[in-house]
């Protein structure tokens, strides 16, 4: 049995991880933008299948994975442009619409280019599993974490350390004092969808070959990611690592331990407990609504 | 005279199949619209008028479909006491998610309204020996209204049609009664609407539990109408769907609601020809209406039609 949940440990720690990517991503896009992308998971999807057509056009891995994510972000900046800033001081409700058109949007292409079908993409090295005591691991697994891992570091560092970093924080605590201190917030908030989709895409391409790509596979990635933002406090970006990791756990041990046809049903289930308990979220810190 | 506009519209869909005697388009998707309106006009009522969104509505429409469907072919009870469960087994489920579920604004409530939509929709998939699974289940029988059994495309047209006149009719009601006027309190500034002695918590449960027995409701005559219930039909892109019709009419307007549900199912049987281009037009619609008609198609218009004649009367009296 302990070698059992340690099996799980590891399965639900490298999912974890995407979402804590995919959730990063969220809290990104919120803090900048008061906006919640349910267009995030579509971030994820594009990178990967954008990287499986490259690679099937004939570009080594590196190449594709590197000309997958740009084009991702290319697609952020172009959300941000057309979709978000026209709708500038919009209610929840209509950004919420507007991003969930925009997710469908991004399927329907996908669709059309690549039609219905799972794609893979090679594993990075090879497919030979480790053996760590009785529990395997995939080598593809150590790349997400190890991604995972580089990532959280850089964007951490980015956040606290540098003065770009600085100043997109501060437009998150407050928009008007960020620009009255010569912050250019519209630029920021391209950088914010710029950065998250790029870190959506770089998950996708990170997991696609352990769980294959298809066009509808951001949906479920995204509200996993939307998830972890929440479990972790929303606008709070360590806190959605955290949360995603927490939540990837948790699906592992109740599809290993209770049914893995219930292992979303379950998840969903931890959210909406976090939601009624601890509305702002477990990392989060408590904020008055202003009326 | 206030509702001039229900009877008119009560006219033109009694007249429709007159005018095209036993039309497909007329009896098949006309039903499928009904169906619609009666959906879109109860979330409406917790949308447009309370202000609270849901993205978990499929829910509530599969509770009474798969109530319909469990209990008449599994326990042949007769379809209007199954009809009855579903609307109870709905309205039970409504008000006890409504104290916690309301309590979040925003994006958490699309959050907790999306989690339950999507923790419901595993439920009808895995819960094989009751549901059938993702197979579904067949061989619903056709509806008995007291004596008279619902047969064929135009009594189903019928039908349909006559429940969804109902519920805009209990719609227009609800909205001019005191309820009606508290969830609009709500929906301007919660704060305010407590400040002003409305008990916000019950306007808003209620409206809840109303939208969810609409859904239910037509969860029902659907799993009678198709003889077939499976998940594909109440999972989170049909709650998006929903969530589109509203907005594409017009939030807090019974007829924008209604318009929207007509007009996307118009739009679906339209795209059936473009199938491969039907997920991207929807998607490239439904982010056009919300960035440049951010009020909706049917509001936006009859506002923009209202302008014009103020306008030109100006001009003939100058003249």
């Known amino acids: 049995m302990p070698e059992q949940l340690f099996q799980f440990l590891v399965t639900g720690v490298t999912v974890g991880s995407i979402y804590a990517l995919v959730g990063l991503g969220f809290a990104l896009i919120y803090n900048a933008s008061d906006v919640v992308n349910f267009a995030q998971g579509e971030f994820v999807m594009l990178g990967a299948m954008t990287a499986i057509a490259l690679l099937g056009a004939g570009l080594p891995l590196p190449l594709a994975a590197v000309a997958a994510t740009l084009l991702t972000v290319l697609i952020g900046l172009l959300l941000e442009r057309f979709a978000i800033e026209p709708a500038f001081g919009a209610s929840v409700v209509t950004t919420i619409i507007i991003t969930i058109g925009a997710a469908i949007l991004v399927r329907g292409i996908a669709l059309l280019l690549w039609g219905k079908d799972f794609h893979a993409l090679p594993s990075f090295s090879g497919d030979a599993p480790l053996h760590l005591g009785s529990a395997t691991l995939l080598p593809q697994s150590l790349w997400v974490l190890g991604g995972a891992v580089v990532l959280v570091t850089l964007v951490h560092t980015f956040l606290n350390h540098t003065l770009l970093g600085k100043a997109l924080l501060a437009c998150s605590f407050n928009r008007a004092a960020?620009?009255?201190?010569?912050?250019?917030?519209?630029?920021?908030?391209?950088?914010?969808?710029?950065?998250?989709?790029?870190?959506?895409?770089?998950?996708?391409?990170?997991?696609?070959?352990?769980?294959?790509?298809?066009?509808?596979?951001?949906?479920?990635?995204?509200?996993?990611?939307?998830?972890?933002?929440?479990?972790?406090?929303?606008?709070?970006?360590m806190g959605a690592v955290a949360g995603g990791l927490l939540l990837g756990v948790l699906e592992a041990l109740g599809a290993g331990l209770i049914s893995s046809g219930y292992k979303d049903a379950i998840a969903f289930l931890f959210v909406l407990m976090v939601l009624f308990f601890e509305p702002t979220g477990l990392f989060g810190h408590k904020v008055a609504e202003r009326v | 005279m206030r509702l001039a506009g229900f009877y008119a519209f009560a006219a033109f869909v009694a007249l429709l199949p007159v005018l095209f005697r036993d039309n497909y388009f007329v009896t098949v998707v006309g039903a499928s619209a009904g169906l619609h309106v009666i959906l879109a006009v109860g979330l409406n009522l917790l949308m447009?008028?309370?202000?609270?969104?849901?993205?978990?509505?499929?829910?509530?429409?599969?509770?009474?479909?798969?109530?319909?469907?469990?209990?008449?072919?599994?326990?042949?009870?007769?379809?209007?006491?199954?009809?009855?469960?579903?609307?109870?087994?709905?309205?039970?489920?409504?008000?006890?998610?409504?104290?916690p579920i309301l309590r979040l604004r925003g994006h958490y409530l699309a959050m907790a309204t999306l989690g339950f939509g999507i923790i419901i929709h595993v439920i009808m998939v895995q819960a094989m020996r009751w549901t059938g699974g993702p197979d579904g289940l067949a061989g619903i029988p056709p509806l008995n209204l007291f004596g008279w059994t619902v047969e064929g495309d135009q009594q189903w047209y019928g039908v349909i049609a006559a429940?969804?006149?109902l519920a805009i009719w209990l719609s227009l009601n609800l909205v001019d009664s005191q309820v009606g006027r508290a969830l609009r309190a709500v929906h301007g500034s919660e704060f305010a609407a407590q400040m002003m002695g409305v008990d916000t918590g019950r306007a808003k449960t209620q409206v809840?539990?109303?939208?969810?027995?609409?859904?239910?409701?037509?969860?029902?005559?659907?799993?009678?109408?198709?003889?077939?219930?499976?998940?594909?039909?109440?999972?989170?892109?049909?709650?998006?769907?929903?969530?589109?019709?509203?907005v594409l009419g017009g939030m807090a307007s019974t007829f924008g609601a209604a318009c929207g549900a007509i007009a996307l199912t118009l739009l679906h049987q339209g795209l059936v020809v473009f199938e491969d281009y039907e997920m991207l037009i929807h998607g490239a619609l439904l982010m056009a209406v919300m960035i440049f008609l951010p009020q909706g198609l049917f509001v936006g218009l009859s506002q923009g039609a209202q302008r014009l004649w103020v306008l030109a009367k100006r001009r003939w009296r100058s003249s």
Not at chain 1, 193 to 215: D, E, H, M, Q, R
Not at chain 2, 67 to 90: E, Q
């Open chain 1, 178 to 237: 960020a620009q009255l201190v010569g912050i250019n917030v519209r630029v920021m908030l391209r950088l914010a969808y710029g950065l998250s989709a790029g870190l959506g895409a770089l998950a996708g391409i990170l997991i696609a070959p352990i769980t294959f790509s298809s066009y509808e596979a951001g949906v479920m990635l995204g509200l996993k990611g939307f998830s972890a933002a929440i479990v972790g406090g929303i606008g709070n970006p």
């Open chain 2, 48 to 99: 447009g008028y309370a202000g609270q969104i849901s993205l978990g509505h499929a829910a509530f429409f599969g509770m009474g479909a798969y109530a319909s469907a469990i209990l008449t072919t599994r326990f042949a009870w007769p379809g209007l006491l199954a009809m009855a469960a579903g609307l109870l087994v709905a309205g039970a489920v409504a008000w006890l998610l409504a104290r």
């Open chain 2, 163 to 165: 429940a969804m006149l």
């Open chain 2, 208 to 246: 809840f539990v109303v939208s969810a027995l609409f859904a239910a409701f037509a969860g029902s005559l659907f799993a009678h109408q198709q003889a077939f219930v499976s998940p594909d039909s109440f999972n989170l892109i049909v709650s998006v769907e929903l969530v589109t019709m509203v």
